[in-house]
């Protein structure tokens, strides 16, 4: 494809503690805007599939389909066909894409779904303009991304703030759009769909082991991943505001009044026939 591809660095990067929620994430808890259109016979391309549970769950709910898998990231593909293969699964194969440039034919595949990718990547219209083309007419793309400036807590906490901030700040220096859920609607109307349903969902972390789980998972991310060495490679935090960030997130995981909301926009997006 003669278009220059646009990137976008991927802030969080591989980590222990990134992959402690990426494959906490099933189709159930991460697609279930999606799942009713499901087919059994449907071809899906999964894109951004990172560890590989929900390209997993994809193919267990297609089993006269088939589901590829693909991620910028070669190394993580290991783990994702690792995954596939434990559970028996032999309609599913994984490769490497840059989701700007999509090495597929046009009119390829019933389903193109993305989880949590177009807030990383440098052009989210194109990244759906091309998700658009390698799908079938009558078939769909279906999108599902966080929106960081809607995530809410309680209690209040000024180093939870700090860490929304940062947080924001970094993943924009590496070319992205943390509030992508907002937004997906408009790059869909600007990608060339026109019958788009969007809807939204939440991931809610209260009770004592979702507390501990979320709030460890990012108090390590902010100390030992990717993400922390961009915010502090890239001039936006000191190590000591990092770890400040991290001890204010063990403290909220420990209050017993402690609750978390994360907000998801949504698009189911039709192909013209």
Not at 104 to 131: I, K, N, S
Not at 224 to 235: E, L, Q
Request: proline share 5%; charged share 20%.
């Amino acid at each position: 494809m003669s278009r220059p591809q646009e990137t976008a660095v991927y802030t969080h990067g591989h980590h222990e503690s990134v992959l402690r929620s990426h494959t906490w994430r099933t189709a159930a808890n991460s697609a279930a805007y999606l799942l009713g259109s499901l087919k059994p016979h449907m071809r899906i391309l999964d894109i951004g599939c990172g560890p590989g549970t929900i390209t997993a769950d994809l193919a267990a709910l297609v089993p006269d389909g088939h589901v590829t898998g693909v991620d910028h990231a070669p190394g993580i593909l290991d783990t994702a066909r690792a995954e596939a293969a434990g559970r028996g699964l032999e309609n599913v194969d994984f490769a490497v894409a840059d989701v700007h440039a999509l090495e597929y034919p046009d009119d390829t595949f019933c389903v193109v779904h993305a989880h949590q990718v177009l807030q990383h990547v440098g052009d989210p219209v194109q990244a759906l303009r091309e998700m658009r083309r390698v799908t079938r007419p009558g078939g769909f793309v279906a999108v599902r991304d966080a929106d960081y400036a809607a995530m809410t807590w309680y209690p209040a906490s000024p180093g939870l703030d700090d860490w929304l901030d940062l947080y924001r700040t970094v993943a924009r220096a590496n070319g992205g759009e943390p509030d992508a859920g907002r937004r997906l609607r408009s790059w869909a109307l600007a990608a060339g769909f026109d019958d788009i349903t969007a809807t939204s969902s939440t991931w809610t972390f209260a009770t004592p082991g979702e507390r501990d789980w979320w709030s460890g998972l990012w108090a390590d991310r902010t100390l030992a991943s990717a993400y922390a060495d961009r915010a502090t490679g890239g001039g936006h935090a000191t190590p000591e505001r990092l770890r400040a960030v991290a001890d204010a997130w063990r403290a909220w995981g420990v209050r017993a009044d402690g609750w978390f909301g994360v907000l998801h926009g949504e698009i189911l997006c039709r192909k013209d026939v």
